[in-house]
């Protein structure tokens, strides 16, 4: 390379040389008002060759500064981005091995040399969280929403936190944010639907509703969403009802009936509207309807609480001998009629009808029926055996419920089951087979 610049050096001053023989003239030349000089032509191009290589060798000195400059730096952002990804392998392998304060540490350390390291703030804000410094983990986790305002996991990790803090209403605002940059987020939709069931906005959960079943792709998922979606539209028939909106609550429950007939809380809750409406005969004669449609032992209890408010039992006495008279072998029916019985204090027939139940030991509230019904009537002794064949006494007079979907034990009735959340679970736990009889 050496000899070949030197060759090349040679050329050019005896090609120079050469040109300075050929062109002797003299070139004038003007620098300034007052200033003039005649050069040889070939001085010209030398001085203008000067300064052209002059111009490039400034050009690449700059060049190669900057170059040598941002090399620098770029090596720089290697070893701390080397250093980062170490320590945060290490800190992750603390995190893992459940080396809490380890952890905690060494993600500490990697803030102070990046402190805007994204998943290092989301990692310490979980630390928190995992041990209910839930403000603590608020601050990182808003932190790294900073950092990164469209980072699905920062914005659910801000949801998290903010349920925690018992705040829905500001957790909805950050899942509306995921789902405005990603219409489709099932996992959003569905903490959405969650944070509005919390805040019963059952109006804009059936919207929800009916954009969730829209995803759905399976015959099987969308049948699964749209009984969640009858089940929405009662709890908005119910909210409204018990804000003495009964026009709203009455629509409410015709759109679930349009879908499910069989919706037994529909049912009674449009004879509710009925009722407070003070149109007592209609929602009695509309329960009726239902009772017969369905044999829901559900709606005929309510019945029999509107009838004797009423006053009116000879008409409940009839439906339940109408109801035997079709079926007279059905134990629960007589069971039912026994209660009613001891309800109006028409104790002999009672006795009579209880008497009549075959294999008795399997419905433990006859013993406590028969057990009232002999203290009334001053047999303490028979009352004794009757109270010694169940456990509970002081379910004597009210039969309790469970949900058929998980055994939930309640004395009192719902629409839905308060532990797995589904809708007209509730069924009367005749048999005390329920499997949580904790109440």
């Known amino acids: 390379m050496g000899k070949f610049l030197t060759v090349l050096i040679l050329m050019l001053v005896v090609a120079l040389g050469y040109f300075s023989v050929l062109n002797r003239d003299?070139?004038?030349?003007?620098?300034?008002?007052?200033?003039?000089?005649?050069?040889?032509?070939?001085?010209l191009v030398l001085i203008s060759s000067a300064i052209g290589a002059f111009l490039m060798l400034l050009v690449f000195i700059v060049r190669d500064t900057r170059r040598f400059v941002v090399n620098l730096q770029d090596q720089k952002r290697t070893k701390k981005v080397d250093k980062i990804k170490t320590l945060y392998e290490k800190a992750l392998d603390a995190y893992f091995a459940e080396r809490w304060d380890d952890a905690q540490a060494i993600f500490e350390q990697i803030l102070n040399i990046d402190p805007d390291h994204i998943n290092t703030l989301l990692k310490l804000g979980d630390l928190a969280f995992n041990d209910s410094g839930y403000k603590t983990a608020l601050e990182y986790y808003t932190r790294a929403n900073t950092v990164d305002t469209d980072k699905p996991e920062t914005l659910f990790a801000l949801v998290k936190v903010k349920e925690a803090l018992s705040a829905p209403v500001d957790a909805l605002v950050y899942v509306d944010e995921i789902l405005e940059n990603d219409e489709d987020n099932i996992r959003a939709l569905y903490t959405k639907r969650e944070l509005l069931e919390s805040l019963e906005k059952w109006d804009e959960l059936i919207y929800l509703q009916k954009n969730i079943i829209k995803k759905k792709h399976s015959d099987s998922e969308r049948r699964e969403e749209q009984t969640k979606l009858i089940g929405y539209r009662y709890e908005y028939g119910r909210y409204s009802l018990e804000n003495g909106e009964l026009e709203?609550?009455?629509?409410?429950?015709?759109?679930?009936l349009k879908d499910n007939n069989d919706f037994i809380p529909a049912h009674l809750g449009l004879a509710e509207v009925m009722f407070r409406e003070e149109n007592t005969e209609d929602a009695i004669g509309y329960l009726e309807n239902i009772y017969g449609q369905t044999g829901s032992l559900i709606v005929l209890a309510r019945l029999e609480d509107l009838l004797i408010n009423t006053a009116e039992p000879s008409r409940l006495i009839r439906i339940y001998t109408n109801s035997l008279s079709k079926d007279p072998d059905n134990n629960t029916l007589k069971l039912f009629m026994g209660k009613l019985y001891h309800r109006l204090e028409m104790l002999d027939d009672a006795i009579e009808i209880l008497?009549?139940?075959?294999?008795a030991s399997s419905y433990p509230e006859i013993s406590k029926l028969l057990g009232n019904i002999y203290l009334k009537r001053n047999q303490p002794e028979k009352a004794a055996l009757e109270f010694k064949k169940v456990i509970d006494m002081k379910k004597a007079f009210?039969?309790?419920?469970?949900?058929?979907?998980?055994?939930?034990f309640s004395i009192d009735w719902s629409g839905r089951c308060p532990a797995c959340k589904e809708w007209d679970t509730f069924r009367f736990d005749i048999f005390a087979s329920c499997k949580f009889q904790t109440v």
């Open 26 to 43: 003299q070139v004038v030349i003007a620098i300034a008002e007052g200033h003039i000089y005649e050069i040889p032509k070939v001085a």
């Open 248 to 256: 709203k609550a009455q629509k409410a429950f015709r759109e679930v």
């Open 355 to 359: 008497g009549d139940i075959d294999s």
């Open 398 to 408: 009210r039969i309790p419920y469970c949900c058929n979907n998980c055994g939930f």
